[in-house]
T-cell receptor, first 113, second 114 residues
């Protein structure tokens, strides 16, 4: 079956540092890949997505590239801000049919001023 | 602010009881999904409803059931509660005409089963 593995957190960074949160997946076929973010006290929200190999999803300065050869979808940001402190979830959904996502366990990011 | 509300925010039940959780989404959100998020885990898909019919289900037993109403509200019912049902339950709605991953999540209901 499908599965998503994320690096364990928390990830603690100083403001303006470079961020990488690793995500690898196992799936049959050609899944779509997603990053969701959950800010403190709020519901999850879609951050970015990529639907095919070599696609790059980007939003709010965050980027992730769909790497089929390494089955990875690592989240990166060049310069984090305190307001980026949140829990980040990597997810996938198999192509075709209903959207039934498989989520990773989440990685907590804490950014200090 | 996603426009999706859930009630109650917290709930305590005992093993064997039944529980109903509620979700209210915005007008035009014809698809609603429910997820279970255990502590320290990512959300697990329970099921999805579209126009009051279930049209997708994850690996959850039949004692997890749902309803969707014409007024864009929905319910998750869990019978014969077990200790492992303790979790945060999330609902997410999707506006008609958007891509499938465009979901608006509510803040969740935290259920504790003793």
């Amino acid at each position: 079956g499908n599965s998503v593995t994320q690096m364990e957190g928390p990830v603690t960074l100083s403001e303006e540092a470079f961020l990488t949160i690793n995500c690898t997946y196992t799936a049959t076929g050609y899944p779509s890949l997603f990053w969701y973010v959950q800010y403190p006290g709020e519901g999850l929200q879609l951050l970015l997505k990529a639907t095919k190999a070599d696609d790059k999803g980007s939003n709010k300065g965050f980027e992730a590239t769909y790497r089929k050869e390494t089955t990875s979808f690592h989240l990166e940001k060049g310069s984090v801000q305190v307001s980026d402190s949140a829990v980040y979830f990597c997810a996938l959904s198999s192509s075709g049919g209903s959207y039934i996502p498989t989520f990773g366990r989440g990685t907590s990011l804490i950014v200090h001023p | 602010e996603t426009g999706v509300t859930q009630s109650p925010t917290h709930l305590i039940k005992t093993r064997g009881q039944q529980v109903t959780l509620r979700c209210s989404s915005q007008s035009g959100h014809n698809t609603v999904s429910w997820y279970q998020q255990a502590l320290g885990q990512g959300p697990q898909f329970i099921f999805q409803y579209y126009r009051e019919e279930e049209n997708g289900r994850g690996n959850f037993p039949p004692r997890f059931s749902g309803l969707q109403f014409p007024n864009y509200s929905s319910e998750l019912n869990v019978n014969a509660l077990e200790l492992d049902d303790s979790a945060l339950y999330l609902c997410a709605s999707r506006p008609t005409g958007t891509t499938q991953e465009t979901q608006y999540f509510g803040p969740g209901t935290r259920l504790l089963v003793l």
